[in-house]
């Protein structure tokens, strides 16, 4: 199947700086990324859509200035949290879609544990 | 709009019993049906899809899951559990003729005592 990865897995940051997480389609091309969030004991929410060469579909309630997403290749998207605070922290994981007849499937990378202190 | 409902927060079951893992949808037209799995701390691994054919679908690790369109269900189901099947599962749904995106259920903790 279709791998993709996340860097990092794990990520530690003081209040008020910005982190990058990367999210790479190893195998394939991906012209449509997803972005989600998981709290503790929760499911996934689904934060942002990501295309290639276009600006990112966020959804409702999620900051676009603060969760920035940029796709500049078919096999990279990252997500940025700016001025990260305490209540960013979270589970980020990606997914990347690859296109088929049938259904155009999502595959998930390992997620990234983000703690801001 | 679509909904998942997974009514099970957390089940425990002895190893070597069978599992059966709950799973609704709300839907108007039957969606395309995922079950994943995540340990703590990874992210999800596909167990197995339903998009059309056979109603009971056989995935990896021995699971399987039958979709009941008159119930509204996508129950997943193992025969005997093993200790490493302790984990999250989630069922989603994925609308047809949609790009791709998918709901989540909240989830199902599954423990297994030995």
């Known amino acids: 199947g279709a791998v993709v990865s996340q860097h990092p897995s794990r990520v530690i940051c003081k209040s008020g700086t910005s982190v990058k997480i990367e999210c790479r389609s190893l195998d394939f091309q991906a012209t449509t990324m997803f972005w989600y969030r998981q709290f503790p004991k929760q499911s996934l929410m689904l934060m942002a859509t990501s295309n290639e060469g276009s600006k990112a579909t966020y959804e409702q309630g999620v900051e676009k200035d603060k969760f920035l997403i940029n796709h500049a290749s078919l096999t990279l998207s990252t997500l940025t949290v700016t001025s990260a605070h305490p209540e960013d922290s979270s589970f980020y994981i990606c997914?990347?879609?690859?296109?088929?007849?049938?259904?155009?499937?999502?595959?998930f990378g390992p997620g990234t544990r983000l703690t801001v202190l | 709009a679509q909904s998942v409902t997974q009514p099970d927060i957390h089940i425990t079951v002895s190893e070597g019993a069978s599992l059966e893992l709950r799973c609704n949808y709300s839907?108007?037209?039957?969606?395309?049906l995922f079950w994943y799995v995540q340990s703590p701390g990874q992210g999800l691994q596909l167990l197995l899809k339903?998009?059309?054919?056979?109603?009971l679908v056989q995935g990896i690790k021995g699971f399987e899951a039958e979709f009941k369109r008159s119930q509204s269900s996508f129950n997943l189901r193992k025969p005997s559990v093993h200790w490493s099947d302790a984990a999250e599962y989630f069922c989603?749904?994925?609308?047809?003729?949609?790009?791709?995106?998918?709901?989540f259920g909240k989830g199902t903790k599954l423990s297994v005592k030995p």
């Open positions: 839907y108007g037209a039957t969606p395309y």
């Open positions: 997914s990347a879609r690859v296109l088929a007849v049938f259904y155009n499937e999502q595959f």
């Open positions: 989603a749904v994925g609308a047809r003729g949609s790009q791709g995106n998918l709901i």
């Open positions: 339903y998009f059309s054919g056979d109603t």
